[in-house]
């Protein structure tokens, strides 16, 4: 193998190493911020649960503000998102379009509701941590959106509900206090949550069906 072929491989190894490196720190970083919460956690029991030193947790994840970064990017780009955003464009009936994002949030929830409980509860405290959630919650409104345009663009929208009503109703059913009140404060399941809030929204956004 010459010096230059050499080089990549070299790379290439090295950048596989950091990416897995960096996926156990967050891992670890996740389980104890979920256990304990983001400001009683130190760098160092993160390193140590990951098994590499404070000095690698700095440098490959960035300390704890990075750590609480990029597991908010990954659950604001979870691919269950991008694949139904997806389908939100091609849907043809309204009632898919309210499914796609009622399964939407399921999945979120299921997946990533620990994090998103330690980011809401550090970001009124921590500006890094604030900056993230705005940077996820406008993720997140990019796709509500989506959907009340797509509703719109269908005709399915009730009178007198715009493309700016049917938004903001979207987020009030789908955002994140509805889904945790019911879940958290009244110890519904996932499930019935994410049912109730769906048949809800229909009846505030939806025309109703001739003949029905």
Same mark, same amino acid.
């Given at each position: ?10 790379? =290439?190894?090295? $950048? ?16 104890? @911020?979920?256990?304990?919460? @983001? ?6 029991? %993160?390193?140590?649960?990951?098994? !590499? ?6 440098? !490959?994840?960035?300390?704890? =503000? ?9 659950? =604001? ?19 898919? %379009?309210?499914? /796609?994002? $009622? ?17 809401? &509860? ?6 890094? &941590? #604030? ?11 990019? +796709? ?7 509703? &719109?663009?269908? +005709? ?10 049917? *938004?903001?109703?979207?987020? @009030?059913?789908?955002?994140?206090? =509805?889904? @945790?009140?019911?879940?958290? *404060?009244?110890?519904?399941?996932? +499930? *019935?949550?994410?049912?109730? /809030?769906? $048949? ?8 109703? %069906?001739? +003949? #029905?």
């Amino acid at each position: 193998m010459s010096t230059t072929e050499a080089g990549p491989v070299r790379h =290439s190894r090295r $950048a596989g190493y950091t990416a897995a490196t960096h996926r156990t720190i967050l891992d670890a970083a996740r389980r104890l @911020f979920r256990e304990r919460g @983001f400001f009683a956690v130190r760098v160092e029991e %993160v390193a140590r649960a990951a098994r !590499v030193s404070p000095a690698t947790v700095y440098s !490959v994840a960035g300390g704890k =503000s990075g750590m609480l970064r990029s597991l908010t990017q990954l659950c =604001s780009a979870a691919p269950i998102v991008t694949a139904n955003l997806e389908q939100i464009r091609r849907a043809t009936e309204p009632g898919r %379009v309210l499914d /796609l994002v $009622a399964d939407t949030t399921l999945d979120i929830r299921r997946e990533w509701g620990d994090v998103l409980r330690v980011i809401m &509860a550090t970001a009124p405290h921590e500006p890094d &941590a #604030a900056a993230s959630l705005a940077e996820a919650t406008g993720r997140y409104r990019s +796709g509500l959106l989506l959907a009340a345009n797509r509703l &719109a663009g269908l +005709g399915a929208l009730r009178p007198g509900v715009d493309v700016r009503h049917a *938004d903001a109703l979207l987020w @009030f059913y789908f955002g994140y206090s =509805s889904l @945790f009140t019911l879940i958290d *404060d009244l110890h519904w399941s996932d +499930g *019935d949550a994410v049912a109730w /809030l769906r $048949a809800a929204a229909a009846d505030a956004l939806l025309a109703p %069906v001739a +003949g #029905a």
